[in-house]
């Protein structure tokens, strides 16, 4: 009875190191998983939230950012990261990489994550047939955005272009709206994809460059940029920019403080924390001697454009109680024409104006038409 009861014990002891076996084996505790690797000087220098990254981080990013690189399905990361983390890695790569058009928005989370799962927007054979397109649209806006001397330039080379060649649409679930590829081979593009694309651009052409996504005063989800101007951040939303109407554009949110920003776009606390942006220097009104903080300094700008035959005439005036005054004098009282008879260049004796107004960020824009 002794005897029967050790063998009895010896084969429950036996089954269970099979199953205690299989379970490690399952779980991946004897897997050899990859040693960490971390993207290049240059990669790094152009992904500025990278930087911001703890060193574990990094070396996950970069792995995924690998695996996509070469249309992985299943990649092995080199560290395990609960769920929270891997979700805002892996919106970061695929918010971040504007070359990845391919890599879907839709993820494979759990508390924690050693093992990732990817999916894509095209499968491998697709990309590849994809793929010359959208480098020849990029070279396209690159060597419009190179055509700009400095920083400044280059960026509203790039802001002008994807105005031009894109238009906006809301969304297009089974297409690249919301991908580089949408706004720069396609020519449609919701926000998101506008953002992908100038963030693109920009790290090609020398520009740090981030894609910021939250909400507008409205409520509405939203993307948008942050780029890195001499050395100060500021924000840039292309997508308000573009009216989409022949021969128009604007330059309202091109290069803006926080200030001005905060007031219709709030960054999304899940995300990638974007950067302080306090520099007004190179605001598009500002840097173009288009901004007021007085009449009589509207009064100058007004004056001085139709002096020199512009026939739009704009102006940001530095806040609401200063935006009423001018658009009292100017719209409601039509002191535009007086100014126009005082100083205008052109010789034809009738003008129509017509104006337009952004009462959120206090601008006024005026078009002269000369019979």
Not at 54 to 71: D, F, I, P, W
Not at 164 to 172: G, L, M, S, V
Not at 239 to 260: A, G, S
Request: charged fraction near 35%.
């Amino acid at each position: 009875m002794k005897k029967l009861l050790v063998a009895v014990l010896l084969v429950i002891c036996a089954a269970t190191a099979v199953i205690g076996g299989k379970y490690v084996y399952d779980s991946g505790l004897l897997k050899k998983y990859p040693d960490p690797e971390y993207l290049s000087k240059s990669e790094e220098k152009n992904s500025p939230f990278y930087s911001e990254l703890s060193k574990e981080e990094k070396a996950v990013y970069t792995a995924l950012k690998r695996g996509a690189e070469k249309h992985k399905t299943n990649i092995d990361l080199p560290h395990e990261v609960d769920g929270d983390t891997y979700s805002m890695l892996y919106c970061m790569l695929e918010k971040q990489e504007p070359q990845l058009f391919y890599l879907d928005s839709v993820y494979y989370t759990a508390d924690k994550v050693r093992d990732a799962e990817l999916l894509y927007r095209a499968d491998k054979d697709e990309y590849e047939d994809m793929i010359e397109d959208f480098q020849d649209a990029e070279l396209d806006a690159v060597d419009e955005a190179l055509e700009g001397d400095d920083d400044y330039e280059k960026a509203l080379a790039i802001h002008d272009y994807l105005i031009k060649n894109c238009e906006y649409i809301r969304e297009d679930d089974d297409g690249y709206s919301s991908t580089a590829y949408g706004c720069l081979v396609e020519g449609e593009a919701n926000c998101e994809g506008y953002a992908k694309a100038f963030d693109l651009i920009a790290g090609d052409v020398g520009l740090k460059s981030v894609v910021i996504v939250g909400k507008t005063d409205d409520g509405e989800n939203h993307a948008w940029n942050q780029v890195d101007i001499e050395g100060d951040w500021y924000n840039i939303d292309v997508t308000w920019d573009d009216p989409d109407k022949p021969n128009v554009l604007l330059r309202n949110y091109f290069l803006c403080d926080d200030d001005q920003f905060s007031r219709t776009h709030t960054p999304s606390k899940d995300a990638a924390q974007p950067f302080e942006c306090d520099a007004d220097e190179y605001n598009y009104y500002v840097y173009n001697d288009l901004y007021a903080e007085s009449m009589d300094e509207a009064d100058d700008v007004v004056r001085e454009q139709i002096e020199d035959g512009a026939t739009t005439v704009v102006v940001r005036l530095s806040d609401k109680k200063l935006y009423k005054k001018f658009r009292e004098k100017y719209i409601e009282d039509k002191y535009y024409f007086d100014v126009i008879a005082e100083v205008s260049p052109w010789d034809d004796d009738a003008v129509t104006v017509s104006t337009t107004e952004n009462d959120k960020e206090y601008i006024i824009a005026a078009l002269l038409s000369y019979d």
